[in-house]
């Protein structure tokens, strides 16, 4: 494949629609940086659309910016190993007709960037020769990219997760005519495009997709490549099927109690290895991991650890039940979206499914999809806000819209399917951002 191919507003003057897809929200965010020296790394889960959001770059420069095409190249490794040097001789011998450091100000976009073997110290030499180059990487497995920014890269870039689309960017990309300002009127459509949010994950490409052809889109574009492609080319490892089975049994049990030892009994291998598999799955965003909440952050980090999967698309493929029901489905949904990294179990087994926390409070929210609530289910976020002091909590129901009172205390309790209500309420008492988390 030519580096032409790669680029074809080098003819055109423009990004083939295909390539630039729908804007995304972040995209202003990411475009806000472009005129900083520092080099942009966007990196996600396979899929989530970061190779578009990269075109949609390229076409704000060509378009708003009116940067001349021959100053833009892009190259995904991805698609083809070629060395860093080959591509920018031929860019420089075919395209720029001079050499980089004559030219003006050039964008090079290198997408997967992780493939590229010793990419950090690779991307230094450039940032640091050429300072009229501005350089945008794309990567999908996370220890890597993490590991090459704090070794070589360190005070020389901004970093942007780029996630699958949220519910709103969903019913955005679906032309959903939605007031989310007066959400019981729309109680029906709100709940009948959350189960279709639910099975596609908010992938852009599978919006139109259904039934057999989702779940093989899944396993075989982006389950598999990742298990069988990515992790082994990260790490070394012997066993990638041990992944799948291990993604096989958190779909089965979310919210799994990482119990390293049992499961490797249960498996017949060293809890080490089980230990550093699930880390891999971690790293490379296909699993997300939750820590038992402490005042003490150095003893949260110590205690036990439970772990959902990424995605709730996941789920359907994974799960050996014919189709998820409804409080593991949003059980996976809140953690990923409320982008929770701790629980709560006391020594009692008092559990509480979510903390959120900010600098100044603390914010418990659990998650029961029943048809009727009883007193019993308010007890242990009750004792988690007596014993932590805390003013507010939410819980997530099936049905129930009330706020439940004690003291100076409050517990608001919301139907799932109000959204922009329960964002709303956390954001009211807890900085709940929407913008990309850190690597």
């Known amino acids: 494949m030519k580096i032409s191919e790669f680029n074809p507003w080098w003819k055109s003057s423009k990004v083939p629609e295909e390539l630039a897809g729908q804007p995304r929200k972040i995209l202003p965010h990411v475009r806000s940086f472009m005129d900083y020296r520092q080099i942009i790394l966007l990196f996600g889960i396979r899929r989530a659309g970061k190779t ?49 450091r004559d030219a003006e100000k050039i964008y090079l976009f290198l997408d997967e960037i992780q493939k590229l073997k010793d990419w950090s110290n690779k991307v230094k030499i450039l940032y640091d020769q050429y300072p009229n180059l501005k350089i945008i990487l794309s990567g999908s497995a996370a220890l890597p990219l993490q590991k090459g920014i704090k070794e070589s890269l360190a005070g020389r870039f901004f970093e942007f997760r780029v996630d699958p689309l949220s519910f709103s960017e969903f019913l955005e990309f679906r032309g959903a005519a939605i007031d989310s300002t007066r959400e019981q009127i729309y109680e029906r459509e709100i709940k009948l495009f959350l189960s279709d949010y639910l099975i596609t994950g908010g992938f852009a490409e599978t919006i139109s997709f259904s039934g057999i052809a989702l779940k093989k889109y899944f396993r075989e574009s982006l389950l598999e490549r990742v298990v069988f492609r990515d992790i082994p080319e990260s790490f070394e490892i012997n066993r990638p099927a041990l992944l799948m089975v291990l993604l096989e049994i958190i779909a089965d049990t979310p919210g799994l109690y990482l119990e390293y030892k049992n499961l490797g009994n249960d498996l017949k291998i060293d809890q080490r290895t089980v230990a550093n598999y699930i880390s891999y799955l971690s790293h490379s965003l296909l699993v997300s991991k939750l820590y038992n909440y402490s005042s003490n952050r150095l003893a949260s980090e110590k205690k036990l650890k439970r772990v959902y999967l990424s995605n709730t698309c996941f789920l359907s493929v994974l799960t050996s039940e014919k189709e998820p029901d409804l409080g593991i489905l949003f059980g996976t949904f809140f953690a990923n979206w409320l982008n929770a990294r701790f629980f709560f179990r006391s020594s009692q087994k008092d559990e509480v499914d979510f903390i959120l926390y900010d600098r100044k409070n603390v914010l418990p929210v659990e998650v029961k999809i029943r048809e009727r609530l009883s007193k019993r289910d308010l007890r242990p976020i009750k004792k988690f806000m007596s014993r932590f002091n805390c003013l507010r909590a939410i819980l997530i129901a099936k049905n129930d819209d009330r706020i439940e009172r004690e003291d100076k205390r409050e517990i608001l309790i919301l139907p799932y399917w109000k959204y922009w209500t329960i964002k709303g309420a956390i954001s009211e008492f807890i900085d709940l951002q929407d913008a990309p988390r850190s690597l």
């Open 52 to 100: 578009t959001l990269v075109h949609q770059l390229i076409d704000h420069l060509l378009r708003d910016q009116q940067v001349d095409p021959f100053r833009i190249v892009y190259f995904s490794f991805d698609l083809q190993e070629l060395g860093l040097d080959v591509i920018l001789e031929s860019y420089e011998l075919e395209i720029l007709k001079q050499g980089i």
